[in-house]
């Protein structure tokens, strides 16, 4: 039975059973083809625009749709691990005009006294080298661009906590490049372990730094909350065998009003882990 019937003199000539969910059925089917179909790196990245604060022009950089994210397992340290991308090598922003380059959550967030250190001591030996960007960044582009961050952040004396979660930044770009190599036929063993140094010659700084921005600075550190850093803290220093400072912290956590009880059943977990060191030293 033709339910349309009757509209011929309209001139709609409408043949067939109707369907009206017969887009939406379609729809579905191409939704989930594609979300059958195994994601890949350039599935989440996307152009987006911002204006430089040091020299008022606008550009377009590489990003990550967050929105599309599927998260995985964080690392030990609280390293944030997502389906098929390493978020971490579009983490810096670098303006292709003056040279400015900061970590994507303080790019903007800069006072007038260090615009001024940026324009006289980073931007005049700022040397351009890319005409246009890459599809896709592979480690050793994005450490090159955390590094310009990092001695753009030293220049502009920026404070303690940014310059940490930048050294840190390298340092889990380099443990991904250093996880893409060993996974790699043929790679050259001199490269891993000259990339195993500089790992953690960054790691270290890393941890210094937090260390002591956790006593002489405000929270949170930039962008992230006391809490966060102090159990990111506890796990590098029982990396680094520091066990007295990773047990006075993780003793803290424990005790704290405002750490959740993941964190603090994590502590918990952490403790007995430097016990056991400890004993077994």
Do not use: H
């Not at 349309?4 to 969910?21: A, M, Q, R, T």
């Not at 059958?36 to 911002?50: L, R, S, T, V, Y």
């Not at 990092?150 to 220049?155: F, S």
């Amino acid at each position: 039975m033709n339910l349309l019937s009757g509209l011929e003199k309209f001139g709609f000539s409408l043949d067939g059973d109707l369907d009206i969910l017969a887009d939406e059925k379609k729809q579905t089917e191409e939704e989930t083809k594609t979300s059958a179909k195994p994601k890949e790196e350039k599935d989440f990245i996307i152009d987006k625009k911002c204006k430089c604060p040091i020299c008022d022009k606008p550009f377009v950089y590489r990003g990550v749709a967050t929105t599309r994210l599927k998260r995985t397992e964080p690392d030990f340290d609280l390293k944030p691990n997502f389906e098929a991308v390493d978020v971490n090598k579009y983490d810096a922003i670098c303006c292709p005009y003056c040279g400015y380059s900061a970590l994507s959550n303080t790019f903007d967030k800069i006072d007038s006294a260090r615009m001024k250190l940026v324009r006289n001591e980073f931007c005049p030996k700022y040397k351009p080298q890319y005409e246009d960007l890459p599809e896709l960044f592979t480690y050793e582009f994005a450490v090159e661009k955390m590094k310009l961050a990092l001695v753009c952040c030293m220049m502009k004396k920026g404070k303690l906590a940014e310059k940490s979660y930048t050294c840190l930044k390298i340092a889990w770009l380099r443990r991904g490049q250093i996880a893409e190599l060993e996974n790699t036929e043929g790679a050259d063993p001199k490269e891993i372990e000259a990339l195993k140094k500089e790992y953690e010659g960054f790691y270290r700084q890393a941890y210094d730094g937090f260390m002591k921005a956790i006593a002489t600075e405000t929270p949170p550190f930039c962008g992230l909350p006391s809490e966060t850093v102090e159990f990111m803290l506890a796990n590098m220093g029982v990396y680094f065998k520091d066990y007295e400072n990773a047990g006075k912290i993780v003793a803290r956590l424990i005790q704290s009003p405002t750490a959740n009880r993941k964190m603090k059943d994590k502590c918990v977990d952490l403790k007995d882990e430097i016990t056991a060191a400890l004993k077994s030293e």
